[in-house]
């Protein structure tokens, strides 16, 4: 197995600087009501979440409602604790020493890419539960909700859709993924050991990782498309209209799940992840929302991509 690839942050931040495009920002006082909604569409979704998933994990629920250049540097943040490999005590993320011009220009070359795939990302993404934040960190304290306020209001804008409901449905999709990572604590450290595996080992372990990574990534974001269609129309009266105009926008697929496609190039197989709704849909019809919570147990209780395709055959495996 070889070692993660050094990655020059430095250049990353600043290529990200310079790509990352500012937006039309509306007028001071629109701005701040918008993000006053953000703060209070936040508190009303953990409500409605932890209801719907019956699962109510400990942990600080702080949102951080953010521009763009913000995400982009929380995200440059995480992903240097990923590419700090914890077996290795040589700090990864480091730059190589002037002597080593090769791995000098890789690790430039690497960070110049990383910046330009946030900088890419930073106008669609809409939020994000940021579960590379504090890897290291006391389980409560792992974790944080990004909610990028110019995307959201200006794309729900260009869709024509009404401000506090489309609020609200962002709101419940990652505040879903906040209590799957809280009730499954081990579950970021082993998605980041997953992305570690996927970009050094061999060609056999790589596609293993960024198979259980598509598995993973489907379960969780089909989970949440399940919880916020869940919510209902008494909770978000235009939820069929925001559900029409945003699928065929084709856009909206979350943070973390873009991230990991682009760099890792398997965003193809990422792109599939709705599945993992008709997979959460089928557990739940055929074990209850107990029988589904199962996944969240522990590594062994993740699906295969075999299984995420055949729900019987996973319900079959994990019931006692």
Same mark, same amino acid.
């Given at each position: 197995?070889?070692?993660?690839? *050094? #990655?020059?942050? =430095?250049?990353?931040?600043?290529?990200?600087?310079?790509?990352?495009?500012?937006?039309?920002?509306?007028?001071?006082?629109?701005?701040? =009501?918008?993000? +006053?909604?953000?703060?209070? !569409?936040? %508190? $009303? =979704?953990?409500?409605?979440?932890?209801?719907?998933?019956?699962?109510?994990?400990?942990?600080? *629920?702080?949102?951080?409602?953010?521009?763009?250049?913000?995400?982009?540097? !929380?995200?440059?943040?995480?992903?240097?604790? %990923?590419?700090?490999?914890?077996?290795?005590? +040589?700090?990864?993320?480091?730059?190589?020493?002037?002597? %080593?011009? #090769?791995?000098?220009?890789? +690790?430039?070359?690497?960070?110049?890419?990383?910046?330009?795939?946030? +900088?890419?990302?930073?106008? *669609?993404?809409?939020?994000?539960?940021?579960?590379?934040?504090?890897?290291?960190?006391?389980?409560?304290? $792992?974790?944080?909700?990004?909610?990028?306020?110019?995307? /959201?209001?200006?794309?729900?804008?260009?869709?024509?859709?009404?401000?506090?409901?489309?609020?609200?449905?962002?709101?419940?999709?990652?505040?879903?993924?906040?209590?799957?990572?809280?009730?499954?604590?081990?579950?970021?450290?082993?998605?980041?050991?997953?992305?570690?595996?996927?970009?050094?080992?061999?060609?056999?372990?790589?596609?293993?990782?960024?198979?259980? /990574?598509?598995?993973?990534?489907?379960?969780?974001?089909?989970?949440?498309?399940? #919880?916020?269609?869940?919510?209902?129309?008494?909770?978000?009266?235009?939820?069929?209209?925001?559900?029409?105009?945003?699928?065929?926008?084709?856009?909206?697929?979350?943070?973390?799940?873009? /991230?990991?496609? *682009?760099?890792?190039?398997?965003?193809?197989?990422?792109?599939?992840? $709705?599945?993992?709704?008709?997979?959460?849909?089928?557990?739940?019809?055929?074990?209850?929302?107990?029988?589904?919570?199962?996944?969240?147990?522990?590594?062994?209780?993740?699906?295969?991509?075999?299984?995420?395709?055949?729900?019987?055959?996973? #319900?079959?495996?994990?019931?006692?």
């Amino acid at each position: 197995m070889s070692s993660l690839p *050094r #990655v020059d942050w =430095a250049t990353a931040a600043a290529t990200a600087g310079r790509l990352t495009p500012p937006g039309s920002a509306p007028a001071p006082a629109e701005a701040s =009501a918008v993000v +006053a909604d953000l703060r209070e !569409a936040s %508190v $009303r =979704a953990q409500t409605y979440v932890r209801d719907i998933t019956r699962m109510d994990p400990p942990g600080q *629920r702080r949102t951080y409602v953010v521009d763009r250049p913000s995400w982009v540097r !929380a995200n440059l943040g995480s992903f240097a604790e %990923v590419f700090t490999d914890p077996a290795d005590p +040589a700090p990864r993320h480091a730059i190589a020493p002037p002597s %080593v011009s #090769v791995e000098r220009v890789r +690790a430039v070359s690497t960070g110049a890419m990383a910046g330009a795939v946030l +900088a890419a990302l930073s106008p *669609r993404v809409l939020g994000q539960f940021d579960v590379f934040h504090g890897l290291s960190a006391p389980a409560g304290e $792992r974790g944080r909700l990004l909610l990028v306020a110019p995307n /959201i209001h200006g794309i729900g804008q260009r869709l024509g859709l009404e401000g506090p409901d489309f609020r609200l449905w962002v709101c419940l999709h990652e505040e879903t993924h906040r209590v799957q990572y809280g009730q499954a604590p081990w579950l970021a450290g082993h998605l980041a050991q997953l992305v570690r595996t996927a970009l050094t080992g061999d060609h056999r372990a790589a596609d293993a990782a960024t198979d259980a /990574i598509t598995a993973l990534m489907s379960v969780v974001e089909g989970h949440a498309d399940v #919880v916020m269609d869940e919510v209902g129309p008494q909770v978000i009266p235009t939820l069929r209209t925001i559900r029409d105009r945003f699928d065929k926008r084709r856009e909206g697929r979350p943070g973390l799940a873009r /991230i990991l496609g *682009r760099l890792l190039g398997m965003e193809k197989k990422l792109a599939q992840y $709705r599945e993992g709704a008709v997979f959460c849909r089928s557990v739940q019809r055929l074990a209850g929302v107990e029988g589904f919570n199962r996944v969240f147990d522990g590594p062994d209780q993740l699906p295969t991509l075999g299984e995420l395709r055949d729900p019987d055959r996973w #319900v079959r495996r994990v019931t006692p």
